[in-house]
């Protein structure tokens, strides 16, 4: 089987393990995340941080972006176009994002966009991550182009449970610096 073959099919197989989750635990993880992320130094001292729209049963980033908000950061989500690229655009309430590519809620076009190296923290989506801080992500290409050229400190967030010890990648994969679960931190390479 070749790489992308296993990519899809672990992609089942994890969406699969997600479904079964019960409820309860997936709101006391959704707030043990919350809580590890906003004590985080990176998050404390970022200005201008990018995340994205929770959807489903991902861990949930409103919270995360109300608290931003809330602090006087500057805030984006990002903004998709084709041939897989996207950018960072500002919001001043999650009201104002409308729904995008595949109905994911996300920046107007009227939106002003931040330049990536103007960016201090990324808040990096994945189906799951390994201890590594590398991803399977939903299959778009999206973040592996985005990432691949920023100095922004980028984490990503998984619930425990579905942590790895090992995620299927290639050559284009990037890492984030740090992974954080509702039990733990891991900070890779620090910025």
Do not use: W
């Amino acid at each position: 089987m070749n790489i992308a073959d296993t990519k899809k099919q672990l992609r089942n197989d994890v969406r699969d393990e997600i479904a079964a989750l019960h409820e309860d635990y997936i709101k006391s993880s959704n707030y043990g995340i919350f809580k590890q992320l906003t004590s985080l130094s990176e998050y404390l001292q970022a200005q201008r941080i990018m995340l994205y729209y929770s959807i489903g049963r991902e861990p949930s980033t409103v919270a995360i972006a109300n608290a931003a908000l809330a602090d006087g950061k500057i805030v984006t989500f990002p903004h998709c176009f084709p041939g897989r690229k996207m950018e960072a655009r500002i919001v001043e309430s999650l009201e104002q994002l409308v729904p995008a590519v595949l109905g994911i809620p996300a920046p107007p076009d009227s939106a002003p966009a931040i330049a990536p190296e103007h960016l201090d923290l990324i808040i990096v989506p994945g189906l799951i991550f390994d201890t590594s801080g590398y991803r399977l992500g939903y299959g778009g290409g999206y973040y592996d182009r985005y990432l691949s050229n920023i100095s922004a400190f980028t984490i990503g967030i998984t619930r425990q449970r579905l942590l790895r010890t090992e995620v299927p990648k290639e050559p284009h994969d990037v890492a984030v610096n740090c992974l954080i679960t509702e039990e733990n931190i891991f900070v890779q390479q620090p910025r």
